[in-house]
């Protein structure tokens, strides 16, 4: 009877994944997914994390189901950190807060949002984008459209063309945005060019969706980070803002994470929030409670918020150490190029400027695990390895 459903390819981000699984060759390399490793490869649970689940056992909480909107602390905790603690917006009662399942989850509650009450808008995403954001919005039924993003031959932001294509966009369409370390390119606009993006969703009463999977990973603040969401919630605007947890606490397989909707005022926020709880329940019911206790213990306790602090700075300043590892490398075996976009990108990503072709090659030869569009995750290169890593980039760019 179901003969007829033709096969899916991999997942272009989780598929790599896969494939790396399948390769015995021991100088295999996963720079595929954005997860943090250790400088030994290995993945890396927190320690305030693994102090949070000590707290956690200690006070032997139960496992009945959370509400619908999740856990109260959480929802909280997590508007504090992306608003800043004790936000006028938070004080009127005007920000209507889900948890949901990572960043993935909270984005398809909001898609699903739009598609009920913002029909026939359309979603402008950043050419190019996270792969996901694409399957997101189409599959809960959301139109969507480029934006011009990425420079290649500045390796740089298209800020021209970003402008040229929102300003072009009609009035009230929803714009997503990364709010720091851009995934796939690194490449985040300067807090001028946040600036006169605000201005211009202003002008043309634009819905800014921003997506922050990546809060600390730019900057190594979890503060200084969070600055471009800020500033358009201080423009008076109303924004979308879908958070994870992923990435910064490590907390990938506990799917943690929320969407915010910052309003105009209370009442608005009271109906937005019954009406995502509604979403939510028809997709999932109600979130899991392990890694929201961990992340608001975290957050709400400031010994263990500054240890998380400490922690954000460590793991992105291992990734910094490799931009220079890999930047040195490049230069020293093939001075010709400049490699200094390496330094200047943010976050776990580094966005090569390597074809499919190329990736192919990567991998096949090199048995270097990157997606498609010649991204590479960073937070997966030790030191120990960049060496190897330029000299299969300089192979394939000389071939
Ligand atoms: C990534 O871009 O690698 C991550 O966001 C993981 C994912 O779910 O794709």
Redesign the pocket.
Known sequence: RLAFVDLQPPDP??GVSEAFKRDTNDLKLNL????YRTEELKPYVLDVVKKAEKIMIDSEENKEYLPIQGLEAFNKATADLLLGQGHSAMKENRVATLQSLS??GSLRVAAEFIAKFLPGKTAYLSNPT???HKNIFADAGVEWKWYRYFEPETVGLDFEGLMEDLRAAPEESIVVLHGCAH??TGIDPTREQWEQIADLCIEKNHLPFFDV?YQGFASGSLDDDAWAPRYFVSRGMEAIVAQSY?KNLGLYAERVGAINFVLADAEAAKRVMSQLKRIARALYSNPPVHGARIASIVVSRPELFQEWNKEMEYMSGRIKQVRQDLNGHLTRLNGDRDWSFILSQVGMFSFTGLDKEQCKVMTDKHHVYMTSDGRI?LAGLPSSKAEYLAKAIDDVVAN
């Open positions: 981000i989780l595929g997914v954005g997860a960043g993935t996270w792969g996901n995934n796939p999977a992923s995750s």
